[in-house]
């Protein structure tokens, strides 16, 4: 319960002012032209409709987990250069309860991001292949996704206690787990490149949005990989528990 | 010797034309529709025939549509990978005096004169048969509103800045 106040005020202080309210904006400008070349190049492009679908959907994951990233760095390393971690210590709340809070927050952005892309993917996916169970798999695994980079960054943020450094240290992890997507096809299908698809969390998902939306695959050829985002998933959550209790003034 | 050579050309000649004759004759490819006219964007099939006219039955035979571009300044021939056509079917048998029909949908990528013709390859022989040509021609076609993306496109961005002037307005009416 005691989250819940640290929630509303991460909320209050991080979303719900201009300044958090226009990456909204952006995020939305971006869909929008994102989604407009998409269809208007459709006759000329060599997408197909499902194609298209998971790209829009590879690139909202993409940017909720950065957000999350961003959300994380500033948590505990930004309080302390702000100066007001000391009050938040000597509320009564312990300090899991704030890491709850904050994580609560910044999934509330994760849902804010997905809910403005909606009304996008359902455009792009109109009369397409395995839209609305695409937006399902969107739904639960970014979440786990925005969890698991949003705590590690948090996480971090409460070691390291500097938010430039955790801040750049995330963006490397970031690029660390995108880097299959710059890898070709058939680099991808060396045993190396399989072994990076398959203990990179990130590449998990988009491999899993690939196999639903493009191959129409069901639930047991992801299991696997589901499987292994849901233990980074912990291995976060963990990661944050233990950074933040050792975190002292 | 003149005699010689003639003859030996002659020879060589008609063995040749028997062998091609014989080859084409064995197998014959037609394509359906013979010609098409469509817009950017349509997805259209090609049906082919592959009839064995011959008293043994064909196997293992690799059928496969060609589309060429004679557009007047772009002649060349298209991948068509591109157009998501199918690639090359391969025919376990085809009895004898029976038929093979087969069929290749693709997407009308880019606009201009085109011919798509069907080629069949038989490993037993060294010619492969093509079918008659089809004209194609593909009229530029723009949609400005796809999937009536304009309203979402537009009216999202516009109704979220909306949000964000109610949010700075009741923010600064509270901070007064």
């Avoid at chain 1, 996704?145 to 955790?166: C, P």
């Avoid at chain 1, 933040?244 to 003034?249: G, K, N, W």
Wanted: glycine residues 8%.
């Amino acid at each position: 319960m005691k989250a819940t106040y640290i929630m509303q005020k991460e909320i209050r202080e991080s979303i719900l002012t201009p300044k958090g309210f226009l990456w909204y904006i952006l995020t939305s400008v971006i869909l929008s032209v994102m989604s407009y070349l998409f269809l208007t190049n459709n006759e000329l492009s060599l997408l197909d409709q499902g194609q298209m679908l998971y790209m829009i959907m590879n690139f909202i994951t993409a940017l909720g987990v950065l957000m999350g990233l961003v959300f994380g760095a500033d948590a505990f390393a930004g309080e302390i250069e702000r100066g007001t971690l000391e009050a938040l210590f000597l509320s009564p709340v312990n300090k899991v309860e704030i890491a709850t809070g904050k994580i609560g927050a910044a999934l509330t952005n994760w849902g804010i991001i997905f809910a403005i892309s909606l009304p996008y993917l359902f455009v792009v996916g109109k009369g397409g292949q395995n839209l609305l169970i695409g937006i399902v798999y969107l739904a639960f695994l970014g979440t786990f996704l925005a969890i698991t980079f949003s705590a590690f960054s948090m996480g971090l943020s409460a070691r390291i206690k500097s938010m430039k450094n955790s801040l750049i240290i995330s963006f490397f992890i970031f690029l660390l787990a995108g880097a299959p997507i710059f890898l070709s096809a058939a680099q991808r299908r060396t045993w190396f490149g399989r072994i990076l698809d398959l203990i990179n969390p990130f590449a998990d998902v988009i491999n899993t949005f690939d196999s639903v939306v493009i191959d129409s695959q069901g639930f047991g050829y992801q299991v696997a990989r589901v499987a292994i985002i849901c233990g980074y998933l912990v291995l976060s959550v963990w990661f944050l528990k233990r950074s933040v209790s050792r975190l002292e003034m | 010797m003149k005699r010689s050579i003639l003859f030996l050309s002659m020879i060589f000649l008609a063995t040749a034309a028997n062998y091609a004759s014989a080859s084409a004759g064995r197998i014959t490819v037609s394509i359906n529709p013979p010609s098409v006219q469509a817009n950017m964007g349509d997805k259209i099939t090609y049906a082919g025939t592959v009839t064995n006219n011959s008293d043994r039955a064909i196997d293992n035979i690799i059928a496969y549509i060609s589309l060429a571009n004679i557009t007047p300044g772009k002649e060349a021939p298209l991948d068509l990978e591109d157009w998501s056509a199918n690639k090359a079917i391969k025919v376990d048998t085809i009895p004898p005096h029976g038929t093979y029909e087969g069929q290749w949908p693709m997407r009308l990528i880019d606009s201009g004169s085109y011919v798509a013709y069907i080629t069949v390859v038989d490993k037993n022989d060294n010619m492969p048969v093509s079918s008659p040509m089809s004209r194609l021609e593909i009229k530029r076609l723009l949609r400005l509103n796809p999937n009536n993306v304009l309203p979402v496109a537009i009216g999202e961005p516009v109704a979220l800045g909306m949000v964000f002037m109610l949010v700075a307005f009741r923010r600064r009416k509270r901070v007064k």
